[in-house]
């Protein structure tokens, strides 16, 4: 029997791992919907990242080439964010997840049933 690695059992996790790491979601969210943008303003509208998490993520986005990153040299310098051609290409699969976002009051229904239903039978 031959061992099948994550990536054939489910050719979807990378992508995953990619797109939907802790925060790369409101960043790339962020960026799509209000444009190009300077660190602060990032850091304004995800509030409850920190500076240096906010930075490893912008670096790996940029490797990943889900963003550009502009440097202009002015004085003082200044640095800007913007969503590219393949973080945009993400847009459908954000609207979808973003549709699919209405069916969150039936998941806290099926748990608050689960929670009843389980806290019972340990109650036995």
């Not at 409101?26 to 444009?35: F, K, M, S, V």
């Not at 099926?110 to 109650?123: C, F, I, P, Q």
Request: glycine share 6%.
């Amino acid at each position: 029997m031959t061992e099948t690695t994550p990536e054939q059992a489910c050719p979807i996790a990378p992508v995953v791992d990619i797109v939907f790491s802790r925060w790369t979601t409101p960043i790339l969210w962020a960026l799509h919907e209000y444009g190009r943008q300077r660190f602060v303003e990032l850091q304004r509208r995800i509030t409850t990242i920190t500076p240096k998490v906010l930075t490893q993520r912008l670096r790996q986005l940029e490797r990943d080439g889900l963003i550009t990153r502009t440097y202009h040299a002015e004085v003082p310098p200044r640095v800007e964010y913007e969503i590219s051609e393949l973080g945009r290409s993400l847009g459908p699969l954000f609207a979808s997840l973003s549709e699919w976002s209405g069916n969150l009051g039936k998941v806290e229904a099926a748990r608050e049933t689960y929670d009843a239903r389980t806290s019972g039978e340990r109650s036995r």
